[in-house]
Every structure is written in structure tokens, then in C-alpha cells.
Antibody
């Protein structure tokens, strides 16, 4: 059974960096198919895909164009974790952040979701 | 960016009735369309992918259809646990977008 356990602060001050971690059990961050993603949800923006990382012959990442320059998603192969960093946050970055698996192969959807971390950006 | 529009915003039905939810894309996404169910306080759950393929373990009363720009999720006979919000999601190349959701309530 694949489980994703998320951790990180629930309150971040404006202009600071939001940092979240996702611990993966039952699967590997280094899987050679599919991708590991971060998705957030807020009343104003709905569900918004933020970015992904994946391993093929090397590590790759892709990010939502609206966030490029502020976001970084990194794997930690030693601890089998995934991290998200979002810099220069504003109140518009408030929402629930999910760590999510896209298994690839023949299953074209986000099949495993973490429980979500509620993040509020406020001074 | 491909925009997904869902209708109706809210569907008020009773258990046993059937539900028909629509998702329209601003341009063709082929069959790269998935449906999710979300209940309060929970993460979304994948129901359908590839427009019509049901995830293992999802009841047969859930079915998806469509291609190109117009897609439908049908719930043939609503069970009490089906009252929730449903989202569609598309993938084109490596970019993903979600629809705003349809709430199915009693």
C-alpha cells in the first residue's frame, strides 16, 4: 500500500519561503515510470498543479508557468522523500498543498494523494 | 493553458437517481481526461482516467465518456456516499489543469 505523509509549517509569513516534505512509503521516489507532483487547492484558485519531478536516466522537473522562478521540487533518494519550496509567498499562496503520485504507464491520472497540508500565508 | 468548464455547478438529486456531469475543454485534449471525487476534509480520489477507464475498485455505477472537448461522468444510481464534489482534469503534454468542480448534493 502506497502512503504519502506530509509535513511542514502551517503558517508562513509573506515574502518568506514555504517548505513542505512528503515521505513516501510503499513506493520509491526513484521509480522509473510516472512522476511525483505537488498540487494545491484554494477556494479562489481551485485545484492547481504546481510541478513535478521524475527520474529517467537523470532527474527532471517541470513547473507550472505561473510559478516558474519561485518553485523548486526536489527528491531525496536517501530518505525516499519529496520536497516543495515556494519562495516569496503572498496571501494568494494560501491553500491546502498535496503531494501526489502520477503512476504513468497505462494509468493516466493522479492516483495516490497525501492527506494535504493547510498552509496559511499571513503576518 | 487549456481551461476546463464544468456544468452544472451544483446538482441536487436523491439517492437512487442518476447524475450526469459535464466537463468541456477550451481545446481538444483527446482522451486525456480524468475524473475525481472529493469529500469534505479529504483529498480527491481518482475515479476515471483516459476519459472512460474506471480505476480498480471504483463501482460500476461510475462511467465516463467523451473525447476531444466534451466529456461526461455518469453516476447511474446515486448511493448516499456519492454525494460529493467531482472534478475533471486534463493533461496535455506535461501541463495539467482541473475544472472548478460540480457539487452533487441531496
Amino acid at each position: 500500500q502506497v502512503l504519502l505523509q506530509q509535513s511542514g509549517p502551517g503558517l508562513v509569513k509573506p515574502s518568506q519561503t514555504l517548505s513542505l516534505t512528503c515521505a513516501i512509503s510503499g513506493d520509491s521516489v526513484s521509480r522509473d515510470s510516472g512522476t511525483w507532483n505537488w498540487i494545491r487547492q484554494s477556494p479562489s484558485r481551485g485545484l492547481e498543479w504546481l510541478g513535478r519531478t521524475y527520474l529517467r536516466s537523470q532527474w527532471y522537473d517541470d513547473y507550472a508557468p505561473s510559478l516558474k522562478g519561485r518553485i523548486s521540487i526536489k527528491p531525496d533518494t536517501a530518505t525516499n522523500r519529496l520536497s516543495l519550496q515556494l519562495s516569496s509567498v503572498t496571501p494568494a499562496d494560501t491553500g491546502v498543498y498535496y503531494c501526489v503520485r502520477w503512476p504513468g504507464s497505462s494509468l493516466d491520472g493522479f492516483d495516490i494523494w497525501g492527506p494535504g497540508t493547510v498552509v496559511t500565508v499571513s503576518s | 493553458e487549456i481551461v476546463l468548464t464544468q456544468s452544472p455547478a451544483t446538482l441536487s438529486l436523491s439517492p437512487g437517481e442518476s447524475a450526469t456531469l459535464s466537463c468541456r475543454a477550451s481545446q481538444s485534449v483527446g482522451r486525456s481526461l480524468a475524473w475525481y471525487q472529493q469529500k469534505p476534509g479529504q483529498a480527491p480520489r481518482l475515479l476515471i482516467y483516459g476519459a472512460s477507464k474506471r480505476v480498480t475498485g471504483i463501482p460500476a455505477r461510475f462511467s465516463g465518456s467523451g473525447s476531444g472537448t466534451d466529456f461526461t461522468l455518469t453516476i447511474s444510481s446515486l448511493e448516499p456516499e456519492d454525494f460529493a464534489v467531482y472534478f475533471c482534469q486534463q493533461r496535455t503534454n506535461w501541463l495539467f489543469t482541473f475544472g472548478p468542480g460540480t457539487r452533487v448534493d441531496v
